[in-house]
């Protein structure tokens, strides 16, 4: 039978949690204040810990003894820790301290230890170095240079489920390495700042440190400022005070606010004291109001009576209010949830649905049964009272075996690099990352989970992006789609026992052509898996030609499957902001019920507790789809090359998405349906017109918002643009690059043949911009490997293809290029423009007279016949002038 350590005695080690301020005999994990309390220049960190799970226990992921996160745009995800690595990783039991100058790690391989040890453990920086101790010996050093990068408000030490500290003490000097080997139990000393004990609660200390150099300090509590704030109201930025003295010491505080586009808006000054004795105590001061809706960044400087000074930058969002009730699609929208650094981040723009993945994986076998039918519930538990506090109910993902139920092995990560085209280094030496070892130790998990959470959780997604798996890349399954249909149908039987009203979702299929299993769906519907799914999901990281096959097939099937996209991430693409919203509206005109956002919209480098500019365009679109009913078509009268989408809202009012994928387009609307006010806002939510419809008409050159009281209609569109091709330059592109690179795709560009492997196609070095395309018809499967993209001729006339192109040195390469004009027969044979073995780049033109305006036509672009390789960049298409 399961041992579920909520009832054993060990679980009291794992449970609870000491939230600073507050005492308990109990208490295992510490967070607290970090300015003040840690010395950047120099000092020591020492730790009794319990290890609650054995080293063979350890998850598939990074898990933190000690963690000050990062608070500045070069402090990374972490400025002073001590973390177990997974495996692969390759730097096993870990100290690092980040300083201006760069990183120092001090790694040695992962100690050996078993569940309920207790172990001492320091972390030693300053005068040079960066030192890592376990048990009274010196583990690893590495050389650092200069203080610690800016401390965020708060550090942790210990983690739920994983370590338990006995005690803690922090230390303003960098302690003896002979007092370091001794190991006497730890005490407070005069040079303590800060000491916990579990059954002591915690100490501060007053060091010399602090009462001749650190005497007095204000700072932002990051974790406190709200993220954004309506139009006109000024946000209030609560702030920390610390003062050693026995006087008031006074600080300036000065602001200056810029709009995204870095353009200052407004600048403030006062003053705040901190009163003499305050530890910690609570402050505050506001931003200048800001008229302007948009994202904006606040530098705030706070000055010292002595001159020194600190510079916190703040992110924040003004929002225009939005006073219609609720619509039908105010739930459409989810996101993955920073629910440790930030529970409300996104749920206080309405978002109520979170995915658990990225930073919130409790629900994973791996961290939930450590040891054969051993249960630890503390992250999974912590995370969904997180969830539920803030009104936002759980998508649990299922999956991901711990090391002593994967198949995982030396010899089976070698089988499987050799029977994989490609894998993720990443992650294949994670035993998660292989399948199940026993189909009855699965069904074990599972039912442990959903009994555990019945009527708190209500959907399971089984898997994370099975699809890549062998004979693909290996990056997150290492079994057949014959295995996952196993899983799948196991999961089901039991989630349907236990908790009948639970849906079940397919894996979130990634279906990234070249690198992933695209026909995995299909062939889990040849298996009979039809009835093993209630929700079909899939992410919005393919290309919309794949992603509409894959629902057709799965709909043959099982027809009217609900569809729920469960993972789009903003990357770092060109225009990927636009991509993300376009994709999210696409995905709702198809139909589908839910679409999930992922975490990059928050500064991983301020510790999740920063919002960048893309923060704001998820805020924007929450905002539209919280009025929102339902979907009711594209507008009417959007020209080719403008995509659109009409909502009707819950107030009757109506709401209108242009998306222009390339060029700018001026939209003059019909009397009658224009004449009255309407709302425009941009993808950041800026506003940019508010009244009856401007004269000139209104300005389409990116993704806009149009709210207006009827439906409106176009009655005439000028495209100001000669170049119709989209992603002319490849500068765009989409696919799960954070995956790996070879997973990137030009968008707006179909690669064929869809047969052809992943080394047919990939990014080279552009000829004007960062990026080129590169086909190569020697790869596996690569015959005649082109690029093609579906365009609308408007005009009648000659219009002129043009593209530069370039051979490496060795034999001419000749070249598929042409320009296919209406659906008729396509020629068998196209005449093959020679192009040099160079190395240099040639232009290409052609010439084409399309009779009848408004003609749909397909750009061609690739090897024509051998196998050579050839480059693409730069593609145009204009009418010619007369």
């Not at 839910?594 to 929450?622: C, I, M, W």
């Amino acid at each position: 039978m399961p041992k579920f350590l909520s009832s054993a005695p060990r679980a009291l080690s794992v449970m609870a949690i000491l939230v600073f301020g507050s005492a308990s005999a109990f208490a295992r994990t510490f967070e607290t204040w970090a300015p003040g309390v840690i010395n950047p220049a120099v000092g020591t960190v020492e730790l009794d810990v319990e290890f609650l799970r054995s080293s063979a226990e350890m998850s598939s992921d990074w898990r933190f003894i000690l963690r000050a996160a990062g608070n500045g745009p070069r402090a990374g995800n972490t400025v002073l820790g001590i973390v177990v690595c997974p495996p692969g990783d390759g730097r096993g039991f870990l100290g690092l301290a980040k300083s201006p100058a760069g990183a120092a790690q001090a790694g040695a391989p992962t100690p050996r230890f078993a569940a309920g040890e207790v172990r001492r453990v320091a972390l030693v920086w300053g005068e040079g170095s960066c030192d890592l101790w376990l048990d009274g010996r010196r583990l690893a050093g590495r050389r650092l240079v200069g203080e610690l990068d800016a401390l965020p408000p708060r550090f942790t030490v210990g983690q739920d489920g994983y370590f338990s500290i006995r005690a803690a003490r922090v230390s303003s000097v960098r302690r003896a390495d002979d007092a370091l080997a001794e190991r006497r139990p730890l005490a407070k000393d005069t040079e303590t700042t800060w000491f916990a004990s579990a059954d002591g609660g915690e100490i501060r200390g007053e060091t010399r440190w602090q009462r001749t150099e650190h005497v007095a300090d204000l700072f932002p509590d990051r974790g406190a400022v709200d993220f954004a704030t309506p139009v006109g109201t000024a946000l209030v930025v609560p702030l920390r005070t610390l003062n050693f003295t026995s006087h008031d010491s006074m600080f300036t505080v000065e602001t200056e606010v810029a709009d995204r586009r870095g353009r200052p808006v407004a600048r403030s000054r006062t003053s705040v004291a901190a009163p003499a004795g305050s530890r910690h105590g609570e402050a505050s001061f506001a931003l200048p109001v800001i008229d302007q809706p948009g994202y904006h960044e606040a530098a705030v400087t706070i000055t010292s009576a002595s001159g020194r000074a600190a510079v916190h930058r703040l992110g924040f969002v003004v929002r225009l209010a939005e006073d219609a009730p609720a619509g039908r699609l105010s739930n459409y929208l989810g996101h993955h949830h920073p629910l440790a650094a930030k529970p409300d981040a996104f749920s206080r723009l309405g978002i109520g649905w979170h995915r658990a993945w990225a930073s919130t994986r409790g629900f994973l076998w791996h961290v939930v049964e450590p040891a054969p039918g051993e249960f630890q519930w503390a992250e999974a538990d912590a995370a969904l009272a997180r969830a539920e506090k803030n009104g936002v109910r759980t998508l649990a993902v299922l999956g991901n075996p711990p090391a002593w139920a994967s198949t995982w092995s030396p010899e089976e990560q070698t089988r499987v690099r050799e029977r994989s085209a490609r894998v993720a280094k990443a992650y294949t030496s994670h035993p998660d990352r292989y399948q199940p070892r026993d189909i009855e130790e699965w069904k074990r998990y599972v039912r442990a989970v959903v009994t555990r959470y019945r009527g708190r959780v209500g959907h399971w997604e089984i898997g994370n992006e099975m699809d890549f798996h062998p004979p693909f890349m290996h990056a997150s399954f290492s079994g057949t789609t014959g295995d996952y249909a196993e899983m799948l149908a196991a999961a089901a039987t039991i989630i349907r026992e236990v908790d009948p009203a639970a849906r079940v979702l397919t894996t979130g299929f990634s279906l990234t052509r070249g690198v992933t299993d695209t026909d995995m769906p299909a062939e889990l519907m040849r298996l009979g898996a039809a009835t093993s799914f209630d929700i079909l999901a899939v992410h919005a990281y393919a290309d919309r030609a794949t992603l509409s096959d894959t629902i057709a097939t799965v709909r043959a099937a099982k027809p009217g499957v609900p569809l729920w996209q469960t993972e789009r991430q903003y990357m770092d693409e060109a225009r990927d902001d636009y991509q993300t919203i376009h994709s999210l509206f696409w995905c709702l005109e198809r139909g589908f019920e839910r679409y999930f956002l992922h975490e990059s919209d928050l500064d991983k480098n301020f510790g999740y507790l920063n919002p960048t500019p893309r923060y704001a365009v998820t805020s924007e679109v929450a905002r539209q789809l919280r009025a929102a009913d339902e979907f009711t078509g594209p507008v009417e009268g959007a020209p080719s090359g403008l995509a659109s989408w009409q909502l009707r809202r819950a107030d009757g009012r109506h709401l209108h998405v242009f998306a222009a994928d390339n060029g700018r387009f001026t939209l003059a609307f019909e009397q009658g349906a224009g004449d009255a006010s309407i709302e425009v806002t941009d993808l950041h939510g800026e506003l940019l017109h508010r009244g009856p419809p401007p004269h000139e008409g209104l300005v389409v050159e990116d993704l806009v918002y149009v709210v207006s009281a009827r439906p409106l209609r176009i009655a005439r569109a000028t495209r100001e643009a000669d170049n119709i091709a989209n992603n002319p330059g490849f500068e765009q592109r989409e696919g799960d690059v954070v995956m790996d690179e070879a997973a990137a795709r030009p968008a707006a560009w179909l690669l064929r043949p869809k047969e052809s492997s992943a080394e047919a196609f990939k990014f080279a070095a552009g000829r004007t911009g960062r990026f080129s395309v590169e086909l190569d018809a020697s790869a596996p499967g690569a015959s005649r490997p082109h690029l093609v993209q579906r365009v609308q001729l408007d005009e009648p006339g000659p219009w002129r293809l043009g593209a530069w192109v370039r051979a490496p040195r060795g034999p001419d390469v000749p070249a598929r290029f042409y320009l296919q004009v209406g659906e008729g027969r396509w020629p068998s044979a196209i005449d093959a423009r020679l192009v040099p073995g160079d190395g240099e780049w040639h232009r290409l033109t052609t010439d084409v007279t399309v009779p009848d305006g408004g003609a749909r036509a397909y750009i061609l672009i690739g090897v024509e016949s051998g196998r050579g390789r050839l480059a693409v960049d730069d593609v145009e298409l204009l009418p010619v002038a007369p």
